[in-house]
């Protein structure tokens, strides 16, 4: 099973850029899809973007365009670049990994959670 510690968050103005990593420790990280994930105040977690073993990527509607998810098996790490910043982007953002990616969206359907990292963003 493997393990998270996320990193690389931050208090930043609208419109700016953050580079959140994800290392990851388990000698099968390259064959696992991961994902972001984050959690607003007093909202619900949600699916930020997901990327399979092979490299394909899925988004949430709401960050497409402005953050990308990419993984490094070498170093085993994932990471999320997020530009243009909004505040409706301010969130604990988390990672976690899952066999397949059909399922990922689901966030009810993943456990072992890290910390996960805050990222504010202020107007």
């Known amino acids: 099973q493997l393990q998270v510690v996320e990193s690389g968050g931050g208090f930043v103005q609208a419109g700016w850029s953050l580079r959140l990593s994800c290392a990851v420790s388990?000698?099968?990280?390259?064959?696992?899809?991961m994902g972001w994930y984050r959690q607003a105040p007093g909202k619900q977690r949600e699916f930020v973007a997901i990327?399979?073993?092979?490299?394909?990527?899925i988004y949430a509607d709401s960050v497409k365009g402005r953050f990308t998810i990419a993984r490094d098996n070498a170093k085993n790490t994932v990471y999320l670049q997020m530009n243009s910043l909004k505040p409706v982007d301010t969130a604990v953002y988390y990672c976690?990994?899952?066999?397949?990616?059909?399922?990922?969206?689901?966030?009810?359907?993943?456990?072992?959670w890290g910390q996960g990292t805050q990222v504010t963003v202020s107007s």
């Open positions: 976690n990994w899952g066999i397949a990616t059909f399922y990922m969206r689901d966030v009810s359907r993943l456990s072992s």
């Open positions: 388990g000698s099968t990280f390259s064959i696992n899809a």
């Open positions: 990327i399979s073993s092979s490299g394909s990527t």
